[in-house]
């Protein structure tokens, strides 16, 4: 059983920095690609950014692009976002998703491309 532990979040200010983790724990993580997800309050859950298995290719959404970084650590079974010049629009709940990949440079942004999910850490920007 695959199991996903996201840490890090918590209240920050306009413009401060947030790093988040994802400890994966069950299966050897290098067979997985990695997602984050955010739901904002009264919102749907949206993508943020993804990371293929074999970490050489990274994607992000348009509204945290050249903001937010995806990484991955194999010797911990971490995935990170560390999250820059955040804005108050970034308040969320962030989720991490793990999907298993048989294709190493591919990455996902669909929800439903995932297998796996955190419960989730709470992010809150005050302007």
């Known amino acids: 059983q695959v199991q996903l532990v996201e840490s890090g979040g918590g209240l920050v200010q306009a413009g401060d920095s947030l790093k988040l983790s994802c400890a994966i724990s069950?299966?050897?993580?290098?067979?997985?690609?990695m997602g984050w997800f955010r739901r904002a309050s009264g919102k749907e859950r949206e993508f943020v950014a993804a990371i293929s298995r074999n970490v050489v290719n990274t994607y992000y959404a348009d509204s945290v692009k050249g903001r937010f970084t995806i990484s991955t650590d194999s010797a911990k079974n971490t995935v990170y976002l560390q999250m820059n010049s955040l804005k108050p629009e970034d308040t969320a709940v962030y989720y991490c998703?793990?999907?298993?990949?048989?294709?190493?440079?591919?990455?996902?942004?669909?929800?439903?491309?995932?297998?796996?999910w955190g419960q989730g850490t709470q992010v809150t920007v005050s302007s």
């Open positions: 069950g299966r050897t993580f290098s067979g997985y690609a």
């Open positions: 998703a793990a999907r298993t990949s048989y294709y190493l440079p591919n990455y996902y942004s669909r929800q439903n491309d995932y297998d796996y």
